[in-house]
């Protein structure tokens, strides 16, 4: 056929480069149902985005296969594939505040693209994962995962998170959400302050915090991205020795 002929017939869509929906293949999710899993798995859901989700049983020691280090060196979920990045070709992302800016720029949701409205978003987006996320992890591991109990480690991260709770109170008392508008950074927390009761918090302290965990979780998409794949993790036992031996005292490994 001759090329001229060839164009006329080529839809609209495709002469601007997109794909028809049904052609798009769907994002992979690489993924435990953990609250750093559950920050995608909202997003998508959010977002309406078509996914597919790939366990990744951290239990067992998946996130060392060598094709996941591939896509994410740190051998940490969440990470995901998206075959339609920039330019139309693939491209992967790990670190899930990496993945939820990719995805608000992406789609023109839940992250804005005014200036000073992106910096209010970023700041506590960097908030949760410098702050929130490590500090509850490790409430998480010394109160609930460690076989030692160790007062001193326990007590050092439970104040901390309840100062950060605290922050987080305040920050709500004259605005629905962390940022103002609902956005990328309160599904980055919504799956941490869930866990309240494990971090030895009582969230009848903190009132603005309580009335934004409640209006979250009433959302549907939160829902879903909360209990996305929840019954993979029935069973295992965080303090069984096998467990432990791959997730707890990773050192390096061999390049
Ligand atoms: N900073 C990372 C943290 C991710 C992370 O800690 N993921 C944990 C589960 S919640 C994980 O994959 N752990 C595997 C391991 O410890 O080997 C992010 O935000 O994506």
């Not at 020691?61 to 139309?88: C, H, T, W, Y």
């Not at 869930?194 to 998409?221: C, H, S, V, Y």
Request: charged share 25%; with cysteine.
């Amino acid at each position: 056929m001759a090329r001229g002929k060839k164009r006329r017939t080529v839809s609209k869509a495709k002469r601007k480069g997109k794909k028809s929906a049904k052609a798009q293949k769907p994002i992979e999710l690489y993924y435990w149902p953990t609250p750093n899993g559950f920050k995608i798995s909202i997003m998508l859901e959010e977002c309406g985005l078509p996914y597919v989700m790939k366990p990744v049983n951290i239990s067992k020691g998946e996130q060392f296969n060598p094709d996941f280090l591939k896509v994410s060196p740190n051998n940490r979920m969440p990470a995901i594939i998206d075959p339609q990045g920039p330019g139309g070709r693939s491209i992967s992302i790990f670190e899930s505040g990496a993945i939820l800016q990719y995805l608000g720029r992406k789609t023109g949701k839940f992250y804005p693209s005014d200036e000073r409205a992106r910096v209010e978003v970023d700041q506590w987006l960097f908030w949760q994962m410098g702050g929130v996320g490590p500090m509850a992890g490790q409430v998480h591991h010394f109160k609930n995962y460690a076989v030692e109990t160790l007062t001193y480690a326990i007590n050092r991260y439970v104040n901390e998170v309840n100062r950060l709770y605290g922050v987080m109170n305040i920050r709500l008392k004259d605005r629905p959400f962390i940022a103002g508008k609902y956005s990328i950074a309160d599904m980055a927390l919504v799956g941490w302050v869930n866990g309240w009761e494990r971090q030895g918090q009582d969230i009848n302290e903190f009132p603005n915090l309580k009335r934004w965990l409640d209006t979250m979780k009433a959302r549907p998409a939160v829902q879903r991205g909360m209990t996305l794949g929840l019954e993979l993790r029935k069973g295992i036992d965080m303090k069984d020795p096998n467990v432990q031996a791959v997730l707890f005292n990773q050192r390096a490994r061999a390049g």
